[in-house]
């Protein structure tokens, strides 16, 4: 009998490079081959790899490295773009499912263990009209609950450097819409900012999960960076509750 429980670990920002050079001292893809060891041996039932898998603009050597360092892993694992992600380049790699993509922009919908997981495309650091409109009518279509996963954060998070200097452009908009949502969506996933926080507004959480590679600290108007310990972050969804937390390496 399939089991209604649903156990997750997001991990994100994991700036492959396209080869195995170390940035500002980080040996990134050691790093993430660490994080992975870890999560190898825990019960699972899915990985989410939440954006920015590639270092900077979807470097198809970074999704191959990342490919063939996952086939190995033992759990199933999804991906979703990040800004630095390019969605085609990515979806050749991964053989993504084609009816996922529409207009070059990777959202949609899956349905595991019997639970509701809704996935958006951030990657030109905004949410198309066409995303919105399908949000829309996706939330409109079920009252059943879902969680919603988005590289970048749907609100501002008192996050200094992040917040004025990379924010998602049309957070209003998406907002807006999430809140129609009402008892829908009251969970949703970020990556982008590099940080552990949880923003909580109108009754509804926003969880940043810290990257693979190094966490922005986030009291400073310049970059600036606060530590480099990988961190991810599990997502226990046991009957109608939902149980989160970061883990670090
Ligand atoms: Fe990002």
Redo the contacts with the bound molecule.
């Keep these: 009998m399939p089991s209604n429980n649903l156990i997750i670990v997001q991990v994100t920002?994991t700036h492959i490079p396209p080869s195995d050079v170390l940035y500002r001292g980080i040996n990134v893809r050691q790093q993430f081959r660490e994080v992975l060891k870890k999560l190898t041996k825990k019960k699972l039932d899915l990985l989410i790899l939440s954006?920015?898998l590639a270092a900077s603009e979807g470097e198809p050597e970074a999704y191959l490295w990342l490919k063939e360092t996952l086939s190995t892993f033992p759990h199933p694992y999804i991906v979703m773009p990040?800004?630095?992600d390019h969605v085609v380049r990515m979806s050749r790699v991964f053989e993504l499912d084609g009816n996922e993509i529409m207009q070059g922009m990777l959202y949609f919908t899956r349905k595991i263990n019997g639970k509701r997981l809704i996935f958006l495309d951030s990657s030109s650091s905004s949410i198309s009209k066409q995303q919105l409109e399908w949000l829309s009518t996706e939330i409109a279509s079920s009252n059943e609950q879902a969680l919603l996963f988005i590289?970048?954060p749907p609100l501002l998070c008192d996050c200094i450097f992040m917040d004025e200097r990379h924010a998602l452009q049309n957070h209003h908009d998406v907002w807006q819409i999430l809140e129609k949502s009402r008892q829908t969506i009251k969970h949703i996933f970020c990556?982008?900012y590099h940080t552990e926080k949880t923003v909580i507004k109108n009754g509804k959480s926003v969880y940043l999960t810290p990257s693979t590679v190094f966490q922005i600290k986030t009291d400073t108007p310049e970059f600036a960076i606060e530590h480099s310990k990988p961190g991810w972050r599990i997502i226990e969804w046991k009957g109608r509750q939902v149980h989160t937390y970061v883990e670090y390496l």
């Design positions: 920002d954006g920015d990040g800004n630095h590289h970048h990556g982008h």
